[in-house]
Antibody, heavy 128, light 111 residues
Framework: QVQLVESGGGVVQPGTSLTLSCVAS????????MHWVRQTPGKGLEWVGV????????YYADSVKGRFTISRDNSKNTLYLQVNSLSAEDTAVYYC?????????????????????WGQGALVTVSS | QSALTQPASVSGSPGQSITISCTGT?????????VSWYQHHPGKAPKVMIY???NRPSGVSNRFSGSKSGNTASLTISGLQAEDEAEYYC???????????FGTGTKVTVL
């Protein structure tokens, strides 16, 4: 069955950078878009961004654009989220999720899908 | 992009039906049939229950159903069971630069 396992979380200082990883198994990783979603303490879910199956296109929430970078290594079945200039507001559990049904033509989203499988999340705490 | 509005909590007795609302705008819920619903038990991976407003993924109980009217989507759980106690989130595609938005979340309690 599909398994997604996030890692790389921990306690980090404000202003620093962090890279989260998500290793996928039980699927042909290179055939699927992948999302990142976060959940801040006591609050709900926030969509962070999505990367296409081949990594050529990334789309981000306005709230993280310019600070977050999503990438992937299909040879390692691994998804990444690099977060720069961390602040307390970035303290959250970060989830990776497999996309189903989202389509794009020449970088333009033509059909939006849903998050079919999720990992259990990695906790990032930003604190001095 | 503001979060979609859900009631903070909904409760029901075993066997009863409950409905969770998810209110957005014409730029998200009302404008597209790309509404999905997720069940989240604390400490576990969220699970999709409904996609494209009213479609159930394989393996999801037919006790879960979705609908939409105007800018409000709804998730109905019929024959409520103890295992349904969890947090539920709706999500929609949005025409804003932020492509997707989640709801504020609803805690479902089985009495």
């Amino acid at each position: 069955q599909v398994q997604l396992v996030e890692s790389g979380g921990g306690v980090v200082q404000p202003g620093t950078s962090l890279t989260l990883s998500c290793v996928a198994s039980g699927l042909t990783f290179s055939r699927h878009g992948m999302h990142w979603v976060r959940q801040t303490p006591g609050k709900g879910l926030e969509w962070v961004g999505v990367i296409s199956d081949d990594g050529s296109n990334q789309y981000y929430a306005d709230s993280v654009k310019g600070r977050f970078t999503i990438s992937r290594d299909n040879s390692k079945n691994t998804l990444y989220l690099q977060v720069n200039s961390l602040s307390a507001e970035d303290t959250a559990v970060y989830y990776c999720a497999k996309d189903r049904n989202t389509r794009a033509v020449r970088g333009v989203i033509t059909q939006w899908g849903y998050l079919e499988y999720w990992g259990q999340g990695a906790l990032v705490t930003v604190s001095s | 992009q503001s979060a979609l509005t859900q009631p903070a909590s909904v409760s029901g007795s075993p066997g009863q039906s409950i409905t969770i609302s998810c209110t957005g705008t014409s730029s998200d819920v009302g404008g597209y049939n790309y509404v999905s619903w997720y069940q989240h038990h604390p400490g576990k991976a969220p699970k999709v229950m409904i996609y494209d407003v009213n479609n159930r993924p394989s393996g999801v109980s037919n006790r879960f159903s979705g609908s939409k009217s105007g800018n409000t989507a709804s998730l109905t759980i019929s024959g409520l069971q103890a295992e349904d106690e969890a947090e539920y989130y709706c999500s929609s595609y949005t025409s804003s630069n932020t492509l997707a938005v989640f709801g504020t979340g609803t805690k479902v309690t089985v009495l």
